[in-house]
């Protein structure tokens, strides 16, 4: 009887062992919490140009260097303040953007810049799917078409980690899709994207932990014959269980571009990025 007995524990134990590791991820935005958080996003960038000697001498005469070397840093903080659920079961949130600074050095010239959404703040609601929508942005030197982007880049980011609808467990793996334009002046922005996969590592103490590989490619949805684009990264991320939410993501993705601008001029870019995005949930 004692036998069966120890038998039956071991059993029930190891079962209550693979059900603790076992976890179904979803990001949560609760009640009455304030999520700090600040990113961090640096870059090194060489651009350089393949022409014929005479075109490489013209734009050499008209000041441009190459091949360009441009370092760049972003630095922003912001929080959400979460309310009370309200009797539609969606939580009212603000967010406040705190200063957000832009640093770039191009060829040794540096440049620093305040950017538009510094002090800003932003009102709205989390539905019951924890997707946030926008009811007012307030902020001084902020235009109608900043405000529109603002909210696309919201509802992007959110739809940017879709986590499986299964628990997971340590060694189980799920991809997601991250769009990206990439603005290049006096030409139609560059489409691409980013294939993240998230392969869970570790669970413990109430934190889950995961590797990042990160593949670049063109958006083959538009037509971009122009133009090639390849990259391979790797970061890391925690989700902290008890609060449903990302808290730590380190990313660090170089890329190649090549660009035709016409017949006889092409440009060529390589950047190394690097981004940091910490939250405290208070």
Do not use: C, W
């Not at 979803?26 to 009640?31: A, G, L, N, T, V």
């Not at 441009?64 to 009370?84: G, L, R």
């Not at 593949?215 to 790797?234: C, I, P, W, Y």
């Amino acid at each position: 009887m004692t036998k069966n007995l120890t038998f039956i524990l071991l059993i029930l134990i190891s079962f209550t062992n693979f059900a603790q590791e076992s976890v179904l991820f979803e990001i949560q935005y609760k009640p009455n919490k304030n999520y700090i958080t600040k990113t961090t996003t640096t870059s090194l960038s060489e651009v350089d140009f393949v022409a014929d000697e005479e075109i490489i001498k013209a734009l050499k005469d008209n000041g441009i260097d190459m091949p360009m070397i441009v370092n760049s840093e972003v630095k922003i903080s912001s929080n959400i303040f979460t309310d009370n659920i309200n009797e539609n079961g969606e939580t009212p949130a603000t967010m406040n953007y705190g200063e957000m600074i832009s640093t770039n050095t191009i060829n040794g010239e540096t440049k620093t810049e305040k950017l538009p959404l510094s002090g800003s703040k932003i009102t709205g609601k989390y539905d019951k799917d924890f997707m946030f929508h926008v009811d007012s942005i307030h902020g001084e030197n902020i235009s109608v078409e900043t405000k529109r982007n603002l909210i696309t880049t919201i509802e992007s980011v959110q739809q940017s980690i879709k986590f499986p609808e299964q628990p997971m467990k340590v060694g189980d793996t799920f991809k997601s899709e991250v769009p990206m334009s990439i603005p290049i002046d006096g030409m139609n922005p560059v489409l691409i994207n980013i294939s993240i996969e998230y392969y869970l590592k570790e669970i413990k103490e109430e934190k889950a932990f995961f590797d990042i590989v990160q593949t670049v490619g063109l958006d083959m949805s538009r037509e971009q014959f122009n133009m090639s684009a390849k990259g391979t990264g790797s970061g890391s991320a925690i989700f902290d269980i008890k609060e449903g939410f990302l808290t730590k993501f380190i990313t660090e993705l170089p890329m190649d571009m090549t660009l035709d601008i016409n017949e006889e001029i092409s440009m060529k870019l390589k950047v190394k990025t690097k981004s940091e995005q910490i939250t405290e949930i208070k």
